[in-house]
């Protein structure tokens, strides 16, 4: 389950993972301040003037970077003065990606030179965001070939399908542009190989298994030709587009279904041949901390992924700690109650929630209002994952919507993997109060569009994991089965954070599959084969469990920070208005914020 992001493909069709999409080249509109504290208030204006256009030129450039993008993040660019480029997919750019580190450490430098005292209190909160994010993508700047491009759930082969079809027909100059990127697709390829070729150069190729399990991806995908699922959701999305008439959809319809046909499926079967050629290349079978610098990059990419400063060993310690805290508690709570066990293991969570996706997203909305703060008014569809696509995608996903067009909103379910007697814990993790209800509230506030396009996966899925474990204390029990309501995420939290420690252990300490089942059987009956598969997993999506399972642990610990700073004075629903109030970022800062609100 996670928040889909366009920036999640993006972050490699631009060629970085670093400052946004990358540390921008943003304009030279920061000058270094000499001036004394007395200066006039129309030089503290005009600071303040710089700093905003700073910040406008950093974002017009971001979003514009390629089409998608664009058009992800907004749905009338032409009202913050910006006007879209031709059709662009994007591309993995070597010279960018060589190019990074000193371009972050120029953008570092660049914020440094704006005097912080003279800005006002929202751009000092705009700056403390960047510096955070900058630092922690600089880290990631040294290893651009470690990143993982291609993998079989998260990899940008197997999320493009989806960015593409979710693609926002609002208008028919948007149908033609649509159609203008299927033709990219190839190009773009292109460029993912000739970076798959440099890893394999610099020793950075993946595995013969890795590399199977994005075959075996690409050839599930490929199969479905006259019902692809792209042909199918077009059909669909063109009816909504008004202005069209009857003939001219039937044409889009001819010539979408003529380009998968004839230009994204071929790209597909290309990009097969080309990967299968490279297969054999991969010298590493196991864990990231088996390849060149890979131990310094997992620390890197943890401090991004999470948006923690605690360093890899005090996450571990910190995972240790809850692991025996789990342990202890269901235990206890099975004593006190033996029953209590033969209910969970019978459970059946349609009896405490509607079966209907919308009826649960409904009842939730209304049951947080006494802990949260008001939702934002916007509707949200609830769409299923094709067929062929159900295998490799996440059990369900949030489509991020555009800052300036927040009202409409999607959720997916992926019928495969999720199960009707998961589904209520699933929307409360992607709707309300998780992911929908987190982007829409934010996109409410009406920020500075800047703070939209920071991506802090910690902050994000340690808030719904967060909540997603709140959401049963809403189930209306009978009082016999009342600790369900701590076993159930009990439970959930245990497995998390039991792969969360061996995605740990695999990529930085450099446990092998042996060492990793070896751990695992210390906690429970797994069977082999699902411990062979979470070994196999965080190696082709590195620190992906970290973003879940971290994020929550630092969520719990500002929450007991809040508690003690606030004393009698404690209220939840404020401390959830705190961190909502201050969006995506890092745990250091939000416990500022909640400083400054005590």
Same mark, same amino acid.
């Given at each position: 389950m996670h928040k889909y992001t366009y920036r999640k493909f993006l972050a490699f069709t631009m060629a970085v993972m670093v400052a946004f999409t990358g540390c921008s080249k943003g304009s030279d509109t920061g000058n270094p301040s000499t001036a004394k504290e007395s200066e006039s208030t129309k030089d503290k204006a005009s600071d303040r003037q710089k700093f905003d256009s700073y910040l406008n030129q950093l974002f017009k450039e971001d979003v514009n970077s390629n089409t998608v993008n664009l058009h992800y993040t907004l749905a009338h660019p032409e009202r913050y003065g910006i006007k879209a480029k031709k059709a662009d997919l994007g591309s993995i750019d070597l010279k960018v990606l060589d190019q990074a580190e000193a371009q972050c450490k120029k953008e570092i430098k660049k914020l440094e030179s704006f005097n912080y005292k003279k800005l006002s209190k929202s751009q000092k909160q705009s700056y403390d965001y960047l510096m955070d994010y900058f630092k922690r993508q600089q880290k990631l700047a040294p290893y651009p070939y470690l990143q993982t491009v291609l993998s079989p759930t998260l990899g940008s082969q197997a999320?493009?399908?989806?960015?593409? *079809?979710?693609?926002?027909?609002?208008?028919?100059?948007?149908?033609?542009?649509?159609?203008?990127?299927?033709?990219?697709? +190839?190009?773009?390829?292109?460029?993912v190989i000739r970076y798959e070729k440099e890893q394999v150069k610099r020793g950075y190729f993946m595995s013969d298994a890795d590399a199977d399990a994005v075959l075996k991806q690409i050839n599930d995908f490929t199969r479905a030709t006259d019902h692809n699922y792209m042909i199918e959701v077009f059909n669909t999305n063109i009816d909504s587009v008004s202005g069209l008439s009857t003939n001219q959809k039937r044409n889009y319809r001819k010539e979408n279904r003529r380009l998968i046909l004839e230009e994204v499926i071929p790209a597909y079967e290309n990009l097969y041949s080309d990967l299968k050629?490279?297969?054999?290349?991969?010298?590493?079978?196991? +864990?990231?901390? /088996?390849?060149?610098?890979?131990?310094?990059?997992?620390?890197?990419?943890?401090?991004?992924?999470?948006?923690?400063?605690?360093?890899?060993?005090?996450?571990?310690?910190?995972?240790?700690?809850?692991?025996?805290?789990?342990?202890?508690?269901?235990?206890?709570?099975?004593?006190?109650?033996?029953s209590i066990y033969h209910a969970f293991l019978d459970l059946d969570l349609n009896k405490y929630s509607s079966r209907?996706?919308?009826?649960?997203?409904?009842?939730?909305?209304?049951?947080?209002?006494? !802990?949260?703060?008001?939702?934002?008014?916007?509707? *949200?569809?609830?769409?299923?994952? /094709?067929?062929?696509?159900?295998?490799?995608?996440?059990?369900?996903?949030?489509?991020?919507?555009?800052?300036?067009?927040?009202?409409?909103?999607?959720?997916?379910?992926? !019928?495969?993997?999720? +199960?009707?007697?998961?589904?209520?814990?699933?929307?409360? /993790?992607?709707?309300?109060?998780? /992911?929908?209800?987190?982007?829409?509230?934010f996109h409410s506030k009406k920020e500075h569009p800047i703070r939209y396009i920071l991506d802090y996966p910690g902050y994000s899925e340690g808030w719904a994991t967060y909540v997603e474990m709140d959401s049963y204390s809403y189930l209306d029990m009978k009082q016999e089965l009342e600790p369900l309501k701590k076993l159930l995420p009990d439970n959930y939290l245990y497995n998390m954070a039991l792969s969360a420690r061996v995605d740990m252990g695999v990529n930085y300490e450099g446990w092998s599959a042996d060492e990793a089942v070896k751990y695992m059987q210390q906690y429970g009956t797994i069977s082999t084969s699902s411990m062979k598969a979470l070994y196999r997993y965080v190696i082709q999506n590195p620190a992906n469990y970290l973003c879940y399972y971290i994020g929550y642990l630092e969520f719990m610990e500002l929450k007991d920070y809040y508690k003690e700073k606030s004393g009698n004075a404690y209220d939840e629903k404020v401390f959830h208005k705190i961190i909502l109030d201050a969006g995506p970022n890092s745990f250091r800062i939000l416990r500022q914020r909640i400083d400054e609100n005590l």
């Open positions: 999320q493009l399908p989806v960015t593409l *079809c979710e693609y926002p027909l609002r208008t028919r100059e948007d149908v033609e542009t649509y159609l203008s990127l299927l033709s990219k697709v +190839g190009s773009y390829f292109d460029t050629n490279l297969k054999g290349n991969g010298k590493n079978n196991q +864990g990231y901390a /088996h390849f060149k610098n890979g131990k310094s990059y997992y620390s890197a990419l943890a401090s991004y992924k999470t948006g923690s400063d605690k360093t890899v060993p005090q996450m571990i310690k910190a995972t240790e700690a809850h692991l025996r805290y789990l342990q202890t508690e269901m235990t206890e709570i099975i004593k006190e109650d033996p209907k996706p919308s009826k649960i997203l409904s009842q939730l909305k209304q049951k947080i209002k006494d !802990k949260y703060p008001a939702a934002a008014e916007v509707e *949200c569809d609830i769409k299923y994952v /094709h067929s062929s696509l159900e295998e490799n995608s996440s059990p369900a996903f949030y489509m991020i919507p555009a800052i300036d067009d927040y009202k409409k909103n999607v959720i997916y379910i992926n !019928k495969a993997q999720t +199960g009707q007697e998961s589904l209520y814990p699933t929307l409360a /993790h992607e709707g309300y109060p998780g /992911h929908l209800y987190q982007t829409t509230y």
